[in-house]
């Protein structure tokens, strides 16, 4: 396993982070498809294995189950805290990231994860009803009381990103060091200014969806698998754009076959030839760890990465917030409250 940094925080991470939205207790009401607690520690255990060290959840994922399961498994397989990277969010609960939600989430996290820290600790939106100032200063005061190792941002548009990071170079607190944004081969909208803002701060960029929940790993468009058949947020995400998008799938499957490789690790490849540190993968079962690591020796040309990018046309926004009085964007859907359920 090759190994890279995060940003500019100094932690060492695995180029593959596990994402926790496929850990946690089911709910008929939105995620029907994740893994329960046996099924999350197994994913863990051949992550950790393969050296994989990076493992990203959130407080609503699952409803608070997926750091309680991610937390059990670490245990149970006896891991040392110092060799895991641990990831999670603040955002879709009461408050969103007022100071008080800021302080009472992130005890509620440390307990559920059953740890005195965290590595990474973002905000999983921007926050229109908060002042920017409140919310920088409440996440440094979480660094220098120890709570937190390093701070990162998600979907949001790039002068939101700027705004916050000037601010906190401004009164000396600290910046964020990783951007958890949508990015794939069918959504490269935030190459326009997000990454390169991104960058400008010296920032890991660590994509959700890097396989577009699944679509870049078939050749048709739909599947009977459960989370195909009943994620409408993933249907809200991408299907508006299937005719754009299919004649993209195509090329990634023709370059799957012509590589001897699957769909996915032609999906993943791309990201790490685009400069990527970490996209998140979600994985079903310890398989699909396997499947993700092997892509890390698929080395594509740039007449294929060309050729992968052509037909690429522009999309709808997916990912950030709409602002007041917008109609809000694809892809947004807030889970119910954390705080009122666990």
């Given at each position: 396993m090759r190994y890279t940094t995060l940003g500019h925080s100094g932690i060492t991470i695995s180029p593959i982070c596990i994402g926790g939205m496929s850990f946690g207790e089911a709910s008929p009401d939105f995620h029907q498809w994740?893994?329960?607690a046996a099924g999350t520690k197994g994913v863990i255990k051949r992550a950790l294995e393969l050296g994989i060290n990076?493992?990203?959840?959130?407080?609503?994922?699952?409803?608070?189950?997926?750091?309680e399961y991610i937390g059990a498994a670490?245990?149970?397989?006896?891991?040392r805290r110092e060799d895991v990277v641990l990831a999670s969010k603040v955002f879709f609960n009461e408050g969103h990231l007022s100071r008080e939600a800021i302080n009472r989430e992130i005890e509620s996290t440390l307990k559920r994860l059953g740890t005195d820290y965290l590595d990474l600790y973002i905000i999983h939106r921007f926050d229109y009803g908060t002042p920017i100032e409140e919310t920088m200063e409440a996440?440094?005061?979480?660094?220098?009381a120890g709570k937190v190792r390093a701070l990162g941002a998600s979907a949001m548009y790039a002068y939101q990103l700027h705004n916050m990071q000037h601010v906190a170079q401004q009164n000396g607190w600290t910046t964020f060091t990783s951007m958890q944004n949508h990015y794939n081969l069918l959504y490269r909208e935030d190459e326009?200014?997000?990454?390169?803002?991104?960058?400008q701060f010296d920032m890991a960029l660590t994509p959700y969806s890097p396989m577009a929940s699944g679509h870049l790993c078939r050749s048709t468009w739909n599947s009977d698998s459960k989370r195909s058949t009943t994620d409408s947020t993933m249907r809200n995400k991408y299907d508006a754009a299937e005719a754009m998008d299919m004649p993209i799938i195509a090329r990634v499957a023709e370059l799957a076959e012509r590589h001897g490789v699957s769909m996915a690790q032609i999906a993943?490849?791309?990201?790490?030839?685009?400069?990527?540190?970490?996209?998140?993968?979600?994985?079903?079962?310890?398989?699909?760890?396997?499947?993700a690591v092997a892509a890390?020796?698929?080395?594509?040309?740039d007449e294929e990465l060309a050729y992968l990018e052509e037909l690429y046309v522009a999309h709808e926004l997916v990912g950030p917030q709409a602002r007041p009085g917008e109609k809000p964007l694809a892809g947004t859907?807030?889970?119910?409250?954390?705080s009122t359920l666990r």
């Open positions: 994740t893994l329960d990076f493992i990203d959840t959130a407080n609503c994922y699952a409803f608070g189950t997926s750091e670490l245990r149970n397989l006896g891991v996440l440094d005061a979480l660094v220098r326009r200014e997000l990454i390169p803002v991104c960058r993943l490849a791309w990201h790490w030839a685009r400069g990527v540190e970490a996209p998140i993968v979600g994985c079903s079962k310890p398989e699909r760890v396997d499947e890390l020796d698929v080395s594509l040309s859907t807030t889970p119910k409250l954390v």
